[in-house]
């Protein structure tokens, strides 16, 4: 039976399927061509002229390259090669044929594809129905007359009606090979004529790199929101499990600080799955939800930390784009201040200073002599805050810094206010 896997196999089945799906399609062309010879003055007996139908299927070839040159004969031809030839889908181009090479190939393609289909389906048509007739001359007296009326004596001779069997045996197993072969040729130059050009792969890139940014900027988003109010609840349950039995309006006002900040946590996580079941399209620009610096009242109100809060300017005027990502700044900024507070709320300082071209955001925090603690598997917030302020062209800095309020952790960030931004929105 191994013997007979490559001929029979289910990949050498497939791409003979595949080829007769071929033979099929060249059919009208083929037709086409059978008028055309008739024109010309060999239509007597053409069904029956070998040289008459060679020259009607040389003649189908040239309006099949034609074809071949539609943009959509380049997907069809590749989920027909994916799925009947075993080629993995990494090796085959996505979409219509665009630029002229890749028409060009897809033409080439269509034309073999066609071509050689048309010869396998005609000697499958032809040969199989002849093979079963020599096997069963021995059996039948019938088919043995026949064959005497038409004149092939030769075919009835003792000897030959032994051989009979074999021989039909042996025709089948040639068509087997020659599709197999066939098969296997087309299956070679699948790649090398459906495969992505140089233009594809870019395009390719293109769209990966779209989608890798979308994905980038919804985890910003997780981050951000979500991170905060982990961060803020904990540290407000924390404090008031310590004083529940002394200091009761202490624990209430940590319950409502708790049930505020995770109510707007869930609207805001319900934007963000509102956007993933919009299916937005990849690289169709920033973030196009959240809150902006008018909700930062709520923000610093329930954030579970003490705020100095400044501001120069009117923060509300600022542009769409700019101001939530302003709010998501300010709110990884709390974050990190709840992180590192030494074990307790640490008082913060924030100015946000609108200029006349920008606008910054400065966030202070005490480190309290000690070192920042970082998460295991953290540090997603602050290289967020760097990737918010470069999306707009902006820039930011983090890290210890010796004031006149002695050693505090320092976020300074300066987002542009220009049209480029605001056309973002």
Known sequence: ?????????????????????????????????????????????????????????????????????????????????????????????????????????????????????????????????????????????????????????????????????????????????????????????????????PEDRLAAAERRAAELAVRNRLARELHDSVGHALSAVTLQAGAARRVLDRDPEFVRRALTAIEETTRRTVGEL?????????????????????????????????????????????PDSVVPVVSREAYRIVQEGLSNALRHGGGGPSPVRLLIAVRERELEIVMENPLDGRPAVVRPGGGRGLRGVAERAALLGGRSEAGPYEGPAGSTWRLAVRLPLTVRAEERS
Not at 9 to 26: N, Q, T
Not at 279 to 300: H, I, K, N, Q, T
């Open 1 to 197: 039976m191994k013997l007979l896997t490559p001929l029979l196999g289910r990949r050498s089945r497939l791409r003979w399927l595949h080829l007769i799906i071929g033979g099929a399609l060249l059919m009208p062309y083929f037709l086409v061509g059978t008028v055309l010879v008739s024109l010309a003055g060999a239509g007597a007996g053409l069904f029956s002229s070998l040289p008459a139908q060679l020259t009607a299927f040389a003649c189908a070839l040239p309006m099949v390259a034609v074809s071949g040159f539609f943009p959509l004969v380049r997907p069809l031809s590749v989920a027909a090669a994916r799925a009947l030839c075993g080629i993995p889908p990494a090796l085959l181009a996505d979409g219509p044929a665009r630029t002229r090479q890749a028409r060009v190939r897809a033409a080439a393609w269509f034309t073999l594809h066609l071509g050689l289909g048309g010869i396998v389906s005609g000697i499958t048509l032809a040969l199989t129905p002849f093979a079963v007739a020599v096997m069963g001359l021995p059996f039948s007296a019938a088919l043995r007359d026949s064959w005497l009326a038409a004149g092939s004596d030769v075919l009835v001779e003792p000897w030959a009606l032994a051989l009979a069997p074999f021989a039909g045996i042996a025709m089948l197993a040639a068509m087997a090979a020659v599709a197999a072969a066939a098969g296997k040729l087309l299956a070679r130059w699948v790649p090398v004529l459906l495969g992505p050009a």
């Open 270 to 314: 319900d934007a963000v799955v509102g956007l993933l079941r919009r299916d937005e399209e990849p690289g169709s620009g920033g973030s196009a939800y959240g809150p902006g610096l008018d909700a930062l009242g709520g923000l610093l109100e329930h954030c579970g930390v003490p705020v100095a809060y400044e501001h120069e300017g009117d």
